[in-house]
């Protein structure tokens, strides 16, 4: 199975995340629009994983408290010729989940050394104007991540959770 461990987006959020895309289209020549449903942060991309339940129990060890993530403004990653158009997401917490995430699991794969934890919104556009015009500004608590299966359904990319590990509070 393809897998990733990431954190699903709130409802609330995808609903304000929906028509800022459709903003960000005046800004950009592109057919690569990230469907909403498929809208997450990734904590790790695994790759083909064969034992997922191992890759689970392993997982089941991680403890950490919720926290409050803040999402910015579109950016932009540069991928050859085109751009990845991102919203970039602010939070110490999410960096040391990472590395508690990453330290629970065997490495049967090389993780990424640079990690800037985003929502992808776009996956190959080409500028038409710059996006410094736009703004996005919200926050939420995330409260689990989640094993994702990167998988196509209908010849569509879809993603979906496999597993979901609440995060809770250490009294």
Known sequence: MRVFIGI??????????KPFSESVLSCVNTNELIAVDNCHITLEFLGEIEDVE?????LRSV???????????????????HKIIYLPVISDEIQLLR???LSSIEKPYIPV????????????????????????NASFEVDAFDLFLSHRVAGKLTYTVLHSFP???IV
Request: aromatic share 12%.
């Open 113 to 136: 050394n640079t990690y800037t934890p985003h929502i992808t919104l776009f996956r190959k556009a080409f500028m038409i104007k710059p996006l410094s015009d736009l703004d996005f």
């Open 8 to 17: 699903k987006l709130p409802d609330a959020l995808k609903l304000n995340i």
């Open 99 to 101: 590395q508690k995430v």
């Open 54 to 58: 191992s890759l689970i129990h392993q």
């Open 63 to 81: 403890f950490f408290h919720p926290f409050t993530v803040s999402v910015g403004s579109p950016k932009t990653f540069d991928k050859g010729t």
């Open 167 to 169: 995060l809770k509070r």
